[in-house]
């Protein structure tokens, strides 16, 4: 479950019905701004994404118990390319400096 940097994707992936919903839960709320977030652009897509995921969490779909820190140690010969969605990034991910 990682941190995809498109909202439809997260959605898509963690509240519409599928391997991490898999019960197809949902309620009057998300039923609302899902549709929004899919088909929407700019402005509109961003405050939808922003209801929902407050939504969620009041709600307490999600209860994160961990997270671990984005950390990289190198001793200056490898050059490391953040990930996103990863704490840590794969290894094709990873070259020699230079």
């Keep these: 479950m990682g941190q995809a940097a498109s909202d439809w994707i ?3 992936e963690l ?4 391997a991490f919903n898999m019960f197809g839960t949902t309620d009057a ?11 929407g652009s700019g ?5 939808a994404a922003t209801d929902l995921n407050r939504h969620l ?3 307490g779909w999600f209860l994160p118990f961990y997270r ?5 140690v190198s001793d200056g010969t490898v050059e490391i ?3 996103s969605g990863m704490a840590v990034p794969s ?3 990873y070259a020699p400096v230079g």
């Design 68 to 72: 671990m820190s984005y950390l990289h």
């Design 10 to 12: 997260v959605v898509n």
């Design 29 to 39: 709320t998300v039923q609302k701004l899902v549709p929004r977030i899919r088909g």
């Design 43 to 47: 402005d509109d897509a961003k405050q």
């Design 15 to 18: 509240v519409t019905p599928g």
């Design 81 to 83: 390319t953040p990930q």
């Design 57 to 59: 969490v009041e709600d």
């Design 91 to 93: 290894i094709y991910n």
